[in-house]
């Protein structure tokens, strides 16, 4: 488990690092074992009143590549820099109205074992075509699992952040 110090340090030090340019808002950033994701918020498009969704969409995503491709040497800089400090790659992502653009993102594995009866809810997820693999039949169900699941979960790691504290307050070994 990442304790919230640590999440804290990270986010204090992406706050300080980054640019004042980019952010518009403060930097939504999520941590975990093996990564660091900094989504940015930018300004939204302008675009004339009676524009179609189509028309805002386009200019949604036009704006986030341009973004992208206008900050790539920094956010490169950045990244490499605090990959060194807190050892976890840094991946990026921009919010543009409603539309959010992940740029880069670890695919990291996860080593599990499962029981016959698990390997079948997979195996016919693959074979009703659903996913195309044992990996992303799993990932479904995990994706799944988090939507609509995701206050349960958010009570959950908050009673994990408060075991964490009494741990903290605990005799030291």
Do not use: Y
Not at 5 to 27: D, H, I, K, S, Y
Not at 61 to 74: N, S, W
């Amino acid at each position: 488990m990442i304790t919230e110090q640590a999440n804290e340090r990270v986010r204090g030090w992406f706050t300080g690092r980054l640019p004042q340019e980019w952010q518009q808002a403060a930097p939504d950033i999520t941590v975990d074992r093996e990564e660091i994701t900094v989504a940015l918020t930018i300004d939204d498009v302008d675009l004339p009143d009676g524009s179609s969704d189509a028309e805002r969409a386009e200019a949604r995503a036009g704006r986030a590549k341009a973004f992208r491709e206008d900050t790539r040497g920094r956010r490169i800089e950045i990244a490499r820099e605090a990959e060194h400090r807190f050892d976890r790659k840094v991946s990026w992502a921009v919010r543009v109205g409603d539309r959010t653009e992940l740029f880069t993102h670890v695919a990291a594995p996860a080593m599990t074992r499962l029981r016959q009866r698990e390997r079948l809810v997979l195996d016919t997820l693959v074979d009703a075509g659903v996913a195309r693999s044992r990996a992303d039949a799993l990932a479904w169900c995990v994706r799944l699992v988090g939507q609509h699941e995701s206050d349960w979960l958010g009570e959950l790691r908050e009673a994990m952040t408060h075991v964490e504290d009494v741990r903290r307050k605990g005799p030291a070994a």
